[in-house]
């Protein structure tokens, strides 16, 4: 008799697969994890699925990678901070997410959805991606220093989505969001790749960095587009609302992006981002950091505020501060 459940080349079209097993895969067990268990194996069939959404080409070629080119130490450091970027790029799929439902709960079209689903599709990408580059600068990080490869469960810094309801509510947070991750957060990775790729010296490292950058320049395109679309849509109070997150928000991005460095310690100076003699896997100095923060929120974040109609000076003047003196 004919079976139903298979097509012609063999392939289960209802049911799961074969080798679905009895016992959690590693994907969903629950266990202290660190970031390389993101690529736990499901079934042959989820990773196809997979593989066909997230893989691009060219995919940077790990296997090439040659370790034996640079000192343990520097690679482990490189590692380190790899694997807090695997996270981070979670933590963009978890935000994004939230975001989605967000605006789909408040009826959006689907122009300001459509995008969405690219931007997750990419942090999923750039989570394996940075998570490949930890493990291939250090395989036994994960084991030797379990708290530096840590995959904890991300949490936004900003408070839960209304789950449904109030339209105004949704979107404000919806705005507020987008604000925070894509017009401030995006805005801002976007030099530090730029700079990243410059004083990096390993080619495979570089092809990660470059996979990232493409894709962060269009992530902040959709976050100053489809705020500019949502703010007309904003009563008074929610739009005071939103000026008082990108308030919290500039306190926030500056204590964990400027490395303890104020605006005084750099100003005046001017960013020279250049290759040093010694080999580079991908990290910027604390200082390279701040001074890109700076300038960014100076050259760019302020006059694509005013243009939304926020008011940058003034949320910038009254951020929360932070004690500098943890400077390293
Ligand atoms: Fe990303
Ligand atoms: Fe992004």
Same mark, same amino acid.
């Given at each position: ?14 049911? $799961? ?8 895969? /590693?994907?969903?067990?629950? *266990?202290?994890? *660190? ?22 080409? $060219?995919?940077?070629? &790990? ?7 640079? $000192? ?25 997410? /939230? ?5 789909c709960e408040a009826n959006v079209g689907l122009e300001l959805l459509g995008p969405l ?67 401030? /957060?995006? *805005? ?55 000026? @008082? ?7 926030? &991005?500056?204590? *964990? ?29 604390? @200082? ?9 929120? @100076?050259? @760019?974040? &302020? ?5 939304? /109609? ?19």
């Amino acid at each position: 008799m004919h079976d139903r459940r298979r097509t012609s080349a063999g392939r289960a079209l209802s049911g $799961p697969s074969e080798d679905t097993r009895d016992c959690p895969s /590693g994907a969903v067990a629950d *266990t202290t994890k *660190t970031c390389e268990q993101m690529f736990a194996a499901t079934t042959r069939r989820l990773q196809r699925i997979y593989r066909g959404q997230v893989g691009r080409e $060219p995919w940077p070629e &790990f296997e090439s990678f040659r370790r034996g080119d640079y $000192p343990l130490e520097l690679r482990r450091e490189a590692a380190r901070h790899w694997a807090r970027r695997a996270v981070a790029e979670y933590g963009s799929i978890h935000q994004f997410s /939230g975001v989605t439902h967000a605006l789909c709960e408040a009826n959006v079209g689907l122009e300001l959805l459509g995008p969405l689903t690219r931007l997750m599709t990419d942090e999923v990408r750039h989570a394996e991606v940075c998570g490949q580059m930890a493990l291939a600068c250090d395989p036994e990080g994960p084991a030797v220093s379990p708290r530096a490869f840590a995959w904890e469960r991300p949490r936004a810094p900003w408070p839960r989505a209304p789950y449904a309801g109030d339209r105004q509510q949704l979107l404000r947070w919806a705005a507020e969001a987008i604000l925070v991750a894509c017009c401030l /957060g995006e *805005t801002i990775s976007r030099p530090m790749y730029d700079a990243l790729i410059v004083v990096c010296t390993d080619d495979v490292a570089n092809q990660v960095l470059r996979q990232i950058q493409r894709d962060e320049h269009l992530h902040a395109a959709f976050g100053w587009d489809a705020l500019a679309t949502i703010w007309p849509a904003l009563t008074r109070e929610s739009r005071a609302d939103v000026q @008082e997150r990108l308030r919290v928000a500039f306190g926030g &991005f500056e204590a *964990t992006t400027a490395c303890g460095y104020t605006i005084a310690d750099v100003a005046g100076r001017e960013i020279t981002i250049t290759r040093t003699d010694g080999p580079n896997l991908g990290v910027l100095s604390p @200082e390279q950091y701040a001074m890109i923060f700076f300038a960014t929120v @100076e050259q @760019e974040l &302020f006059p694509g505020l005013q243009k939304i /109609g926020l008011d940058p000076a003034e949320a910038w003047a009254k951020r929360p501060q932070t004690d500098v003196n943890h400077r390293p």
